[in-house]
Nanobody
Framework: QVQLVESGGGLVQAGGSLRLSCAAS????????MGWYRQAPGKQRELVAH???????DYADSVKGRFTISRDNAKNTMYLQMNSLKPEDTAVYYC???????????????WGQGTQVTVSS
């Protein structure tokens, strides 16, 4: 069974920084594209940043220039460095990955449990 586990969330003052991690474990052959999503109360889940296996990235306009997504394929881990945080960044942040299991040639979409990020003004 494959699982994704986020960590690194917490409470931070506006203007501060946090680094989120997403560790994948289980029967993994390879991980294709990955991404960070977030969801604030009463709002739809939105894409924050996306990264291909080769390292190509895309960012939501609201975080571009402040957040940096990265990954370590050898460790099956993805990161989100969040700088210059704003109160509007407050949300539960979720890890997503297109993961191919050990004896499969097809990727499947997996989600982590989420980690809370709260930015105070």
């Amino acid at each position: 069974q494959v699982q994704l586990v986020e960590s690194g969330g917490g409470l931070v003052q506006a203007g501060g920084s946090l680094r989120l991690s997403c560790a994948a474990s289980g029967s993994i052959r390879r991980i294709n594209a990955m991404g960070w999503y977030r969801q604030a109360p009463g709002k739809q889940r939105e894409l924050v940043a996306h990264i291909t296996r080769g390292g190509s990235t895309d960012y939501a306009d609201s975080v571009k220039g402040r957040f940096t997504i990265s990954r370590d394929n050898a460790k099956n881990t993805m990161y989100l460095q969040m700088n210059s945080l704003k109160p509007e960044d407050t949300a539960v942040y979720y890890c997503n990955g297109d993961i191919m299991e050990t004896f499969s040639s097809v990727g499947f979409d997996y989600w982590g449990q989420g980690t809370q990020v709260t930015v105070s003004s």
